[in-house]
């Protein structure tokens, strides 16, 4: 649950760019959800204190993906299980045809019906974007690496060890 993106707005709330590539596989960001989405721009509490321009590294909340997928999963199936028992037992009585049925109908329909509230609960403004530090760049050489090279070698001269 974590990418990098650019600070398009600073501030304690950073406006931050996220290109699909520069996360990991999990889509929980949204990504996963439309094949066509390439990139977006997130609100992220900017802990760093990052600066417009600046690459950054985020992260999301375990908490609120565990959010996301109980209103993803949950809802519809209830809706389905008390359409299912609407259509079971008061229906019924009411049309007395097929009861499977007219039980399977309407748990279709109410799961249909509730994705209508999956869709108003699952505000993505909502998933808490956190700026953990800044992104290394891809054209920075690893300081730990040359620092090291350099004490090593390259500063006393001699190849002896």
């Given amino acids: 649950m974590n990418c990098n993106g650019n ?3 600073g501030g304690e709330i950073a406006l931050v760019h996220v290109e699909s590539g520069s996360c990991g596989k999990c889509h929980a960001c949204g990504f996963g959800a439309v094949a ?3 990139e977006m721009e997130v609100k992220a509490f900017n ?3 990052a600066r ?3 690459k950054v590294e985020l992260e999301l909340s375990g908490k609120k993906v565990m959010q996301a997928s109980a ?5 519809p199936f209830a809706g389905f299980i008390i359409g ?3 259509g079971y037992y008061p229906l019924w009585y009411l049309i007395h045809s097929s009861r499977p049925l007219i039980a399977l109908l309407c748990g279709v329909v109410l799961m249909a019906a509730s994705y209508f509230l999956v869709r108003a609960l699952g505000n993505r403004s909502d998933f808490e974007f956190v700026i953990t530090g800044f992104a290394p760049l ?3 050489p690893n300081t730990e690496a040359s620092g090291s090279a ?3 070698g390259g500063e006393h001269g001699d190849s002896s060890p």
Avoid: T, W, Y
């Fill in 47 to 49: 802990k760093v204190g």
């Fill in 52 to 54: 417009k321009g600046e």
């Fill in 36 to 38: 066509e989405r390439k």
């Fill in 150 to 152: 350099a004490v090593d």
């Fill in 138 to 140: 891809a054209s920075e």
């Fill in 71 to 75: 209103i993803i999963f949950l809802i």
């Fill in 7 to 9: 600070v398009v707005q």
């Fill in 84 to 86: 299912f028992l609407i």
